[in-house]
């Protein structure tokens, strides 16, 4: 069965720090992986996907077949970063059901 | 406005209750699917729907049943509630062929 770990729950960085969070996964067929954030009072919402290999809010994150990893990496930390973040597998094709890791807060102080 | 809604966002109950938590969205999407989140803990898929009439259930058992009778309507009842399954409920739907999955608030579930 497929499965998703970010070993880290908290990570706490000073402004301007890199942050990188981890992401494992374990899946014998081709992944699509996700970055989901969820800020304070705000709902679930999609940062970015490993397909579009796009920088989102100066985020990006690199698909590592041979490692199995798809780590989270900002290379300057703003407050406004301060969130919990998830990483999530899509495991099949026909529904988009989505296994996620067990989260990652991200605290940024000033 | 094109979302997707879950009402109520905070539910206290007594044990036994018979229970529905609601969820519309307005996107037109055709799959809907609900998620269990313990504090701390990971998302877990408990029901899916691919479209009108269509309930699968998901990864995590879960005592709860869910109906889609209507495209943008996709409820979850529990029969009887119990401390267990005190939790927050996230419901999300996906649609057009595209894999971005959009959540509502959450519904937060205290059994007492």
């Known amino acids: 069965a497929q499965r998703v770990t970010q070993p880290e729950k908290l990570l706490s960085v000073f402004k301007g720090a890199p942050v990188e969070l981890k992401c494992n996964y374990s899946y014998s067929g081709s992944p699509e992986l996700f970055w989901y954030v969820q800020y304070s009072r705000q709902r679930l919402q999609l940062l970015l996907r490993?397909?579009s290999r796009e920088s989102i809010k100066g985020f990006t994150a690199d698909l590592n077949k041979g490692e199995t990893s798809f780590h989270l990496k900002k290379p300057f930390a703003q407050e406004e970063d301060s969130a919990m973040y998830y990483c999530a597998l899509k495991v099949t094709a026909a529904v988009n059901k989505l296994t996620f890791g067990g989260g990652t807060r991200v605290l940024v102080k000033p | 406005e094109a979302d997707i809604y879950q009402t109520p966002r905070y539910l206290v109950i007594g044990t036994g209750k018979k229970i529905t938590l609601e969820c519309s969205q307005t996107m037109g999407h055709d799959k809907m699917y609900w998620y269990q989140q313990d504090p701390g803990m990971e998302l877990h898929l408990i029901h899916y729907s691919y479209g009108v009439n269509s309930t699968e259930k998901g990864d995590l058992s879960s005592e709860s049943t869910v109906s889609r009778i209507r495209t943008e309507h996709f409820p979850l009842t529990l029969e009887s509630a119990r401390p267990s399954h005190t939790s927050q409920y996230l419901c999300a739907s996906t649609g057009g062929g595209g894999t971005e999955a959009f959540f509502g608030q959450g519904t937060r579930l205290t059994v007492v």
């Open positions: 490993h397909i």
